[in-house]
């Protein structure tokens, strides 16, 4: 089997998970797969859906056999550690079988063939985007090697891929496909992958040259930025992971990625994929409809739990003397706590040892200095020049409840009224679609949109 370690420490799946007694049973169903890949909004990666894949047993060596002395081109790249990106017009290229590759990335640099002017260990070989239809045009039954339909998209396999092979230190620059989005099957060796968010576009430095239609580059060398140049870099959020043999990692669309070959050899198989949902405009609306719906639900459950966090507060505030304003900025602050985390929660609930996340390489949590409880303990004096000590507040505390208890029984009442259901029309959507703000802020998009790329 391909050589390299099976799983990292963060990606790796649990024992035994997907096997029962020598029977391979998948963790996803190709139907709630394709869910997965149509819900996900960051990277992730699958584990365990590949096993009974026949291109789970390739190597370099073994397509060497396959492709039996044909051609093949490779880029090659300098092992260098400068600041400026290798972009595919400043390479080099050779025209060479895969066994000629594999006898040089032996460290046995050849006095004549192909790869004769350069020295393995200056330089890094890639034979990246090959398709299968070319590469293997005359031995089609390999397309059935990869099995995409694993992942809900029926009838894709080999065909609608792309083959990669690298020496140690080959990579692609940092990027984004302008369409669809990326599965990626590791098959032999690792790849060390960084990724960074569409959000994160300004903080990349996006370039159209060199120009490649299905591509954005980044003028940053992302694994050695130059910071002085490229001061906003700094902002940008870093996710990072080594995929192993077996694994499939799935990228989201338009998300910025470098890729970077660390073991001697490595093998791994593409697909883009447009993910595109034909539906009717009924089904449309309904699924609007029911997403509203969901949305005043929550919003009524969400007062509920604030209404009784309040009433508790209140008690609790009594007793310990603290500032009621203060107490109720507290409060606000941690009701958006609350709405945070039930979403991370329900983003969370797909993952498991079958389906990681990529995560942020680093992340620092902003300074919570400056608390509104901080202070020295002194009284203070009001504006009409009334003494508001620690002994004062009691009073203040009186006046408040009578005002809160208004606060939570109208927030009860709020939520109580907030509609289970709301229907929304054709005419409701048009209304918004042609609503003179609506079209002013979609222009100012386009506009911005258009702006981050050239």
């Known amino acids: 089997m391909a050589a390299g370690p099976r799983a990292t420490a963060d990606t790796a799946p649990a024992a035994g998970a997907g096997e029962v007694e020598g029977e391979h049973i998948k963790p996803f169903t190709p139907e709630k797969a394709k869910e997965i890949i149509m819900s996900l909004q960051q990277p992730a990666i699958f584990c365990n859906m590949a096993v009974d894949w026949p291109a789970q047993h390739w190597t370099a060596e073994h397509l060497s056999e396959v492709l039996h002395g044909k051609q093949i081109r490779f880029r090659m790249g300098m092992k260098r550690t400068d600041t400026v990106p290798q972009f595919e017009t400043t390479c080099g290229y050779v025209e060479a079988t895969l066994e000629e590759f594999l006898t040089w990335n032996c460290d046995q640099s050849p006095l004549s063939g192909p790869f004769r002017d350069y020295d393995h260990s200056k330089f890094w070989a890639y034979a990246d985007y090959k398709y299968f239809v070319s590469l293997f045009d005359d031995k089609t039954d390999i397309f059935e090697g990869v099995i995409w339909s694993d992942f809900g998209f029926p009838g894709r396999n080999g065909r609608q891929s792309t083959l990669w092979i690298g020496s140690m230190g080959a990579h692609t620059p940092c990027h984004l496909d302008s369409y669809g989005c990326n599965l990626v099957f590791q098959v032999q060796g690792r790849k060390r992958w960084h990724l960074f968010p569409p959000e994160d576009t300004p903080f990349l430095y996006p370039t159209r040259i060199p120009y490649e239609e299905s591509s954005v580059f980044s003028k940053i060398n992302v694994v050695n930025p130059d910071l002085k140049r490229f001061p906003r870099f700094c902002k940008a959020r870093r996710h990072m992971v080594t995929l192993n043999p077996g694994q499939v990692l799935f990228v989201p669309r338009h998300w910025w990625h470098y890729v970077e070959s660390i073991d001697p050899v490595t093998v791994s198989i593409n697909s883009w994929i447009e993910l595109v949902e034909e539906t009717s405009h009924e089904v449309n609306c309904r699924y609007l409809n029911r997403a509203v719906s969901a949305l005043f639900d929550y919003y009524r459950t969400s007062k509920v739990v604030e209404v009784q966090a309040m009433r508790t507060n209140r008690e609790h505030m009594k007793k310990e003397g603290l500032n009621v304003h203060n107490h109720m900025e507290m409060e606000q602050t941690g009701g958006h ?50 003494h508001s000590g620690k002994l004062h507040c009691t009073k203040r505390q009186r006046m408040m409840s009578k005002s809160e208890d208004a606060i939570v029984e109208q927030n009860a009442s709020n939520s109580n009224m907030a509609p289970s259901q709301t229907l929304i029309s054709t005419d409701d959507l048009l209304d918004c679609l042609l609503n003179p703000q609506v079209t002013r802020i979609v222009a100012q998009l386009l506009i911005q949109g258009r702006s981050l790329w050239f």
């Open 337 to 386: 706590d609350l709405s945070l985390g039930v979403v991370k929660q329900e983003a969370a609930s797909l993952f498991g040892p079958d389906l990681v996340p990529v995560i942020l390489t680093s992340e620092e949590l902003p300074s919570k200095t400056g608390s509104i409880f901080e202070g020295d303990g002194k009284d203070f004096v009001g504006e009409d020049g009334e």
